[in-house]
Protein backbone atom coordinates (compact mmCIF):
# COMPACT_ATOMS: atom_id res chain seq x y z
CA UNK A 1 0.00 0.00 0.00
CA UNK A 2 1.13 3.20 -0.93
CA UNK A 3 1.57 6.46 1.50
CA UNK A 4 -1.09 9.02 0.83
CA UNK A 5 0.48 12.20 -1.06
CA UNK A 6 0.03 15.43 0.46
CA UNK A 7 -2.49 16.84 -0.36
CA UNK A 8 -1.91 20.28 -2.19
CA UNK A 9 -2.23 24.18 -0.80
CA UNK A 10 -5.15 25.91 -1.95
CA UNK A 11 -5.17 28.62 -4.64
CA UNK A 12 -5.98 31.86 -3.11
CA UNK A 13 -9.10 33.52 -3.64
CA UNK A 14 -10.17 35.99 -6.38
CA UNK A 15 -11.62 39.23 -5.14
CA UNK A 16 -15.38 39.18 -6.43
CA UNK A 17 -16.16 41.54 -8.60
CA UNK A 18 -18.48 44.29 -8.17
CA UNK A 19 -22.17 44.72 -9.77
CA UNK A 20 -21.76 46.69 -13.29
CA UNK A 21 -23.40 49.51 -13.44
CA UNK A 22 -26.38 49.49 -15.39
CA UNK A 23 -27.07 52.91 -16.15
CA UNK A 24 -25.00 55.30 -18.45
CA UNK A 25 -21.80 56.04 -17.43
CA UNK A 26 -21.92 59.88 -18.25
CA UNK A 27 -23.87 60.21 -14.93
CA UNK A 28 -21.06 59.34 -12.90
CA UNK A 29 -21.69 58.08 -9.67
CA UNK A 30 -24.98 58.00 -8.22
CA UNK A 31 -25.62 59.93 -4.31
CA UNK A 32 -28.10 56.67 -3.76
CA UNK A 33 -29.19 53.85 -5.45
CA UNK A 34 -31.68 50.48 -4.40
CA UNK A 35 -33.42 47.70 -5.96
CA UNK A 36 -36.35 46.01 -4.34
CA UNK A 37 -39.22 43.21 -5.95
CA UNK A 38 -37.42 43.58 -9.35
CA UNK A 39 -37.29 47.43 -9.35
CA UNK A 40 -33.94 49.77 -9.51
CA UNK A 41 -33.47 52.91 -8.53
CA UNK A 42 -30.76 55.48 -8.91
CA UNK A 43 -30.68 59.19 -7.63
CA UNK A 44 -27.89 61.62 -9.41
CA UNK A 45 -28.06 64.53 -7.84
CA UNK A 46 -25.50 66.62 -9.46
CA UNK A 47 -27.08 65.96 -12.74
CA UNK A 48 -31.02 66.32 -11.26
CA UNK A 49 -31.86 63.02 -12.46
CA UNK A 50 -33.73 59.87 -10.82
CA UNK A 51 -33.69 56.68 -13.30
CA UNK A 52 -36.14 53.80 -12.76
CA UNK A 53 -34.87 50.27 -14.49
CA UNK A 54 -37.82 47.70 -14.57
CA UNK A 55 -38.64 44.26 -16.55
CA UNK A 56 -35.16 45.31 -18.38
CA UNK A 57 -36.26 49.35 -19.24
CA UNK A 58 -34.45 52.05 -17.88
CA UNK A 59 -36.71 55.47 -17.77
CA UNK A 60 -35.13 58.57 -16.70
CA UNK A 61 -36.69 61.58 -14.52
CA UNK A 62 -35.86 65.24 -13.94
CA UNK A 63 -35.62 65.13 -10.01
CA UNK A 64 -35.91 68.96 -10.51
CA UNK A 65 -34.85 70.76 -6.62
CA UNK A 66 -35.85 67.19 -4.49
CA UNK A 67 -32.63 65.29 -3.15
CA UNK A 68 -34.07 61.43 -3.51
CA UNK A 69 -33.02 59.62 -0.54
CA UNK A 70 -35.22 56.01 -0.48
CA UNK A 71 -38.00 54.39 -2.06
CA UNK A 72 -41.09 53.19 -1.36
CA UNK A 73 -43.22 50.94 -3.21
CA UNK A 74 -47.25 50.41 -2.53
CA UNK A 75 -48.57 47.11 -4.56
CA UNK A 76 -52.09 46.21 -5.41
CA UNK A 77 -54.70 47.35 -7.55
CA UNK A 78 -52.70 50.63 -8.21
CA UNK A 79 -48.97 49.98 -7.57
CA UNK A 80 -46.91 53.69 -6.72
CA UNK A 81 -43.57 54.27 -6.37
CA UNK A 82 -43.17 57.38 -4.11
CA UNK A 83 -39.18 58.74 -2.80
CA UNK A 84 -38.34 60.35 -0.01
CA UNK A 85 -36.58 64.04 -0.32
CA UNK A 86 -35.71 67.10 2.09
CA UNK A 87 -39.00 68.47 0.99
CA UNK A 88 -40.95 65.12 2.05
CA UNK A 89 -42.56 62.65 0.06
CA UNK A 90 -42.45 62.47 -3.73
CA UNK A 91 -44.85 60.65 -6.08
CA UNK A 92 -43.22 59.28 -9.16
CA UNK A 93 -45.51 60.44 -11.29
CA UNK A 94 -44.68 64.04 -10.39
CA UNK A 95 -41.47 63.97 -11.95
CA UNK A 96 -40.68 65.37 -15.62
CA UNK A 97 -39.82 61.61 -18.20
CA UNK A 98 -36.95 62.86 -20.05
CA UNK A 99 -36.24 59.97 -22.13
Known sequence: ???????????????MKGAEPWWPEDLGKPAT??????????????????????????????????RIGGVSQQAGGTASLTFSSQNGTVDLGSLTRVD
Open 33 to 66: SGAQDGMKYAFFSDKHRLLIEQDGKTTTYDSGDH
Open 1 to 15: MEPMKPMEPMKPMEP
